[in-house]
């Protein structure tokens, strides 16, 4: 199954990606965690995309486009991956459509992370994020026992640049502006299925399981 998780930053996609990937055995393709692992790596595409994302804005479609056509490419997307982070706008939902094409491949299905934005700017302030391992823990619901020290590796726990208020607010106007128009081109697909994505972590795993059956 080829499925897209789209809703806006903080809505918990990340989250629920990583769960549905252990379960499934379908890899999740972040294009946050890979142009955050190109960054620190100062790959050209790290340079060329750091810019944009630490002003919460969207790095040029074409880089995202490249970096998703060679990551379906490999073999553990033989059958099936997690689309998490893209597509999120219109010509990159079109340039995924005719990768897909290409492959004679097609998309299963487009789960809407719906809620409130009020609650994501919660969620994003209290968010910390491991710099070896990419754990993610919030302050208040998820927090390391050890504060600022990941209980998986032992790395650091830091704030993202882009978690920062200012910041935040930014992502969340360019999601109602650039993606969420999705909402209707895969609904005019016939693709797209709402999960509220505002209830704790476990019912929210509970409904997209009960979504995707
Ligand atoms: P990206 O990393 O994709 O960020 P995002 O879409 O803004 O999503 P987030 O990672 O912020 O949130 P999430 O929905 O995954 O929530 P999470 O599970 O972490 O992109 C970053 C940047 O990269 C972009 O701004 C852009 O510059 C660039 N970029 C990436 N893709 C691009 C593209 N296709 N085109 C152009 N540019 C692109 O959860 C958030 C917090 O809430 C965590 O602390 C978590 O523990 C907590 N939480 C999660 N679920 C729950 C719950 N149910 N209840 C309570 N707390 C919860």
């Given at each position: 199954m080829i499925i897209?998780?789209?809703?806006?930053?903080?809505?918990?996609?990340?989250?629920?990606?990583?769960?549905l990937a252990e379960d499934r055995h379908w890899p999740q393709l972040s294009t946050g965690d890979m142009l955050r692992k190109a960054k620190t790596e100062q790959t050209a595409f790290g340079s060329a995309a750091r810019k944009a994302m630490d002003e919460g804005q969207l790095v040029p479609d074409q880089?995202?486009?490249?970096?998703?056509?060679?990551?379906?490419?490999?073999?553990?997307?033989?059958?099936?991956?997690?689309?998490?982070?893209?597509?999120?706008?219109?010509?990159?939902?079109?340039?995924?459509?005719?990768?897909?094409?290409?492959?004679r491949k097609t998309i299963s299905a487009v789960v809407l992370f719906q809620i409130p934005d009020?609650?994501?700017?919660?969620r994003l302030a209290g968010r910390r994020t491991c710099l070896g391992c990419g754990e993610?823990?919030?302050?208040?619901?998820?927090?390391?026992?050890?504060?600022?020290?990941?209980?998986?590796?032992?790395?650091?726990?830091?704030?993202?640049?882009?978690?920062?208020?200012?910041?935040?607010?930014?992502r969340i106007q360019i999601y109602h502006h650039s993606t969420e128009?999705?909402?209707v081109y895969y609904r005019g697909q016939k693709k797209l299925l709402l999960l509220d994505a505002s209830q704790g972590v476990g019912l929210v795993s509970r409904e997209l399981m009960g979504v995707l059956s």
């Open positions: 897209i998780f789209l809703g806006p930053p903080g809505s918990g996609k990340g989250t629920q990606a990583k769960k880089l995202v486009i490249d970096l998703i056509g060679a990551r379906i490419e490999m073999a553990d997307c033989a059958n099936g991956f997690i689309l998490d982070g893209f597509p999120r706008n219109l010509p990159q939902a079109q340039a995924l459509d005719q990768l897909l094409a290409a492959r009020a609650v994501l700017v919660e993610m823990y919030h302050l208040v619901n998820f927090p390391s026992e050890k504060a600022g020290i990941c209980d998986r590796c032992g790395a650091e726990v830091v704030q993202r640049l882009d978690d920062q208020a200012d910041v935040v607010m930014k128009p999705l909402q």
